[in-house]
């Protein structure tokens, strides 16, 4: 590829802003950060390190990412109240392959006040594959209520409760007390504030509410609030396969 090309892919601006980056001398290769001025060199982007500005970056034909994502935050590109978890993330991932739907999307949102684990996506295969309610894809929830949990809560999750906007249960694939007044949830779907929905069908109440893992996946204890990584490839498989098999 184009050098030009390359950092058009990973969201350094439309190809003239990258081209100039380029002819600024602004853009080293390799670990050794050798400069370049020519846009139009032919680059191997296989294992690409590169350096914009003195910022290292990684080439990644797509992104898949997680993030830690802290309360008081909107999965959302235009929030309403909140800052966006959007603006936690640097501009060349929010501006991937230009257009209106440049940039990763989130897989699936988490409500202002819920913290944990988010996936984010420029693939939109990925995306759907993780969100589509045929392939099953576990999510677990750390559930911090107002009232004592007891095994008649526990049942009904199990068991199933109906929701005001749907006449079908909705089951909890999986959910055991961690304490009095901490519950594990573990859902297949997505419905819109369900964690909070069920636990008050059952007579109680989220007080608190993190989402631990997606998948095959768990939220490092190595990320902190507001941070975000890179998925490895391995997760990323991991990840796919999982799904496929539930399908």
Not at 139 to 150: E, G, P, R
Request: proline share 5%; charged share 25%.
């Amino acid at each position: 590829m184009q050098l030009q090309d390359i950092l058009f892919s990973q969201g350094f601006g439309t190809r003239r802003v990258c081209c100039g980056l380029v002819q600024q001398g602004l853009v080293q290769l390799g670990e050794s950060r050798q400069p370049c001025t020519g846009p139009t060199e032919e680059v191997d982007d296989d294992g690409l390190v590169f350096w914009v500005q003195g910022e290292r970056w990684e080439y990644h034909a797509q992104a898949y990412l997680m993030l830690h994502k802290p309360a008081g935050t909107e999965c959302s590109q235009k929030p309403s109240t909140y800052p966006s978890i959007y603006t936690l993330l640097p501009g060349p991932l929010r501006n991937r392959g230009g257009g209106a739907a440049a940039g990763v999307q989130a897989v699936g949102r988490l409500d202002q006040d819920t913290t944990g684990l988010l996936l984010l996506s420029d693939d939109g295969k990925f995306i759907h594959r993780m969100t589509s309610p045929r392939h099953h894809v576990p999510k677990v929830y750390q559930v911090q209520v107002k009232h004592a949990l007891d095994d008649r809560q526990l049942e009904r999750l199990r068991q199933g409760v109906v929701l005001d906007d749907d006449p079908v249960p909705v089951r909890a694939a999986d959910c055991r007390t961690v304490d009095t007044f901490h519950l594990e949830l573990t859902l297949t779907e997505g419905k819109y504030h369900q964690v909070k929905r069920m636990v008050a069908a059952v007579g109680n109440r989220v007080e608190g509410l993190h989402r631990s893992s997606v998948g095959t996946i768990a939220l490092p204890e190595s990320l902190s609030p507001g941070q975000w990584r890179w998925l490895t490839a391995e997760e990323v498989q991991s990840l796919t396969k999982k799904a496929v098999k539930s399908a």
